[in-house]
Each structure stands twice: as structure tokens, then as C-alpha cells.
């Protein structure tokens, strides 16, 4: 049965720092992982998809990176914002349809 | 196009009544997924629908939560005689297909639900 651990499970950061989130699961035949931002009050919101061939994934301030064998994922954003706070969850989605979510990080970025 | 919507986006009922939940998914989207998130827990795969193909109902909680998938395209999640701990966000997400490793799930905006 799939596990996902997610640290830390809560960050407070001031305005303009890097700052790294880490997932990790126990089973390491993933199809893919994603990552997700939650805003409180709303639905999920796709940031980055990592295939299981990939090693890494960019988009814009954010990168994530995936070591399937030691079943690790990583998520860096770079130059936080105030509008990076939120919720961030990571989905391994492994064999079947059954995509497993961590409990997630929640950011809060002081402006 | 339209990303997944959901309706209604709060419900509130009496312990005890019926309840149906809908998910209009993007488009094309040939799968379909219900999670449920209760207050201060992670999401809770429900079941999954892909295309034509019997779904994947292993997660649902108990026999009083049964899901349909009418023409490949809306589905209603229906939770019956519900109790105080089913009060929850039901959130709803659709990708191009479930089985490969290359597509993003798209989530709904979620029902709140609440059994008073």
C-alpha cells in the first residue's frame, strides 16, 4: 500500500527566499508524480507533472525533481512570494487508477 | 474550454438524508476521479472511472456511497442516509487517460458538504 510522507508539514519563510519541500513514498513503481497547490477554500491546482522516465520537471520559479528507486520527490521554489502561500501536495500515482496524496506542506510566505 | 465543475458547491442536509453530488469533467476527458477531504486530512481517493471500462470503486467508504458515469461524460456521486462523518469536500478531477503516465489530473472547484 502506497505511503506519502510530506516535510515539513507546515513553513513560514520571509519574502524572497528558496526554500525546498521534500515527498517521499514507499512504493516505487509510479507511473508519474504530480504536484499541487491547494488554496484554503478551493480545489487543487496542477503545478508540475514528473513522468517516471523524467528526472526533473521546470516551470517558471518552480522545479521538481524525482528519484523513483529511493522514492523521493523534491519541489524548490525559487524567490518566494506573499501569492505562494498555500497548501503544496504531492501525488505519486502508482499501479491501477489509485493516485495517493500526501498530507501536504503548507507555505506561508511573509511579505 | 470550461476546466471540471462541480455542483452544488455547498450542500448542507439532516443526518439521514440522501444526498447527490455532480461533476461536469473537461471535455474529452476520458477519466474521472471523486476524492473525498475531510477537515484537516489529506484527499481520499473514491473511485475512478475510465471510458467505458468498470471503475475502480475500491475506495468508497461504506455501501452507502455508489457513483455513475452517464455517457462517458457527467458524473454524480450519491451518498445515501448520510451521517456526521460524511461531512467533507468532495473534489472531482479529470485527465485525458487514466492509465498513462503522462497526463495531469484537473481538479473541480469541490462540494462542500455538511450533515447537521
Known amino acids: 500500500k502506497q505511503e506519502v510522507t510530506q516535510i515539513p508539514a507546515a513553513l513560514s519563510v520571509p519574502e524572497g527566499e528558496n526554500l525546498v519541500l521534500n515527498c517521499s513514498f514507499t512504493?516505487?513503481?509510479?507511473?508519474?508524480l504530480q504536484w499541487f497547490r491547494q488554496d484554503p477554500g478551493k480545489g487543487l491546482t496542477s503545478l508540475l507533472l514528473i513522468q517516471s522516465s523524467q528526472r526533473e520537471q521546470t516551470s517558471g520559479r518552480l522545479n521538481a525533481s524525482l528519484d523513483k528507486s529511493s522514492g523521493r520527490s523534491t519541489l524548490y521554489i525559487a524567490a518566494s512570494q506573499p501569492g505562494d502561500s498555500a497548501t503544496y501536495l504531492c501525488?505519486?500515482?502508482?499501479?491501477?487508477?489509485?493516485?495517493?496524496f500526501g498530507a501536504g506542506t503548507r507555505l506561508f510566505v511573509k511579505a | 474550454g470550461a476546466g471540471v465543475s462541480q455542483s452544488p458547491s455547498n450542500k448542507v442536509t439532516e443526518k439521514g438524508k440522501d444526498v447527490e453530488l455532480r461533476c461536469d469533467p473537461i471535455?474529452?476527458?476520458?477519466?474521472l476521479y471523486w476524492y473525498r477531504q475531510s477537515l484537516g486530512q489529506g484527499l481520499e481517493f473514491l473511485i475512478y472511472?475510465?471510458?467505458?471500462?468498470?471503475?475502480?470503486k475500491s475506495g468508497l467508504p461504506s455501501d452507502r456511497f455508489s457513483a455513475e458515469r452517464t455517457g462517458g461524460s457527467v458524473s454524480t456521486l450519491t451518498i445515501q442516509r448520510t451521517q456526521q462523518e460524511d461531512s467533507a469536500v468532495y473534489l472531482c478531477?479529470?485527465?485525458?487517460?487514466?492509465?498513462?503516465?503522462?497526463?495531469?489530473?484537473?481538479f473541480g472547484p469541490g462540494t462542500r458538504l455538511t450533515v447537521t
Open positions: 512504493d516505487s513503481a509510479i507511473y508519474n
Open positions: 501525488a505519486p500515482k502508482a499501479g491501477g487508477f489509485k493516485t495517493i
Open positions: 472511472f475510465q471510458g467505458n471500462s468498470a471503475p475502480d
Open positions: 471535455s474529452g476527458h476520458t477519466a
Open positions: 478531477a479529470s485527465s485525458f487517460d487514466g492509465t498513462g503516465d503522462t497526463y495531469e489530473q484537473y
